[in-house]
């Protein structure tokens, strides 16, 4: 069976998976930060990570949406998808595409390297840090906690 959903339902389903699989991890794992929300904020910070990296490896897929989006003057929250939409790899392609098409044309541009430049950085420097900074807290290697927390947030 092909089941498909609007854009905001995979969106939001992605949401809920999102909440439900950080605090599964916060449990299981005994991860108990000051408060939830440093806790949540890092968690989302990695998701971004990794749909900033997505973003980047499909790029050339990203453009070609945009401009699809644009010519045939729709948006990904109404249009209808498998819902496979819900994996990061899926939901940051579409969710780049409506960027790029109605926000900022800089990310369905094939002319320069800024907006995968900024992605990248991002990805790196905020997704790649919180993941460690949660690694190093669980771990109770309080400096290089630290030391990420500041790279991460920083940045």
């Given amino acids: 069976m092909d089941l498909k959903v609007e854009g905001y339902v995979g969106a939001a389903l992605e949401i809920y998976l999102f909440v439900l699989i950080s605090s599964k991890i916060k449990k299981m794992y ?3 930060f000051d408060n939830n929300i440093s806790y949540y904020w890092l968690c989302f910070t990695v998701l971004t990570g990794m749909w900033e990296m997505f973003y980047i490896l499909n790029y050339n897929n990203v453009i070609k949406m945009s401009k699809d989006l644009l010519r045939n003057k729709q948006h990904v929250w109404t249009n209808r998808y498998n819902l496979g939409i819900i994996l ?3 939901l940051s392609y579409i969710f780049y595409s409506e960027y790029g098409a109605y ?6 541009t094939d002319k320069d390297k800024w907006s995968r430049i900024i992605e990248g950085t991002h990805s790196s420097l905020c997704g790649l840090f919180s993941l460690m900074t949660i690694y190093f807290f669980h771990n109770k290697l309080v400096n290089k906690y630290y030391i990420c927390l500041g790279i991460s947030m920083g940045s």
């Fill in 30 to 32: 005994q991860i108990n």
């Fill in 88 to 90: 990061p790899w899926n």
């Fill in 103 to 108: 926000a900022d044309r800089e990310y369905m």
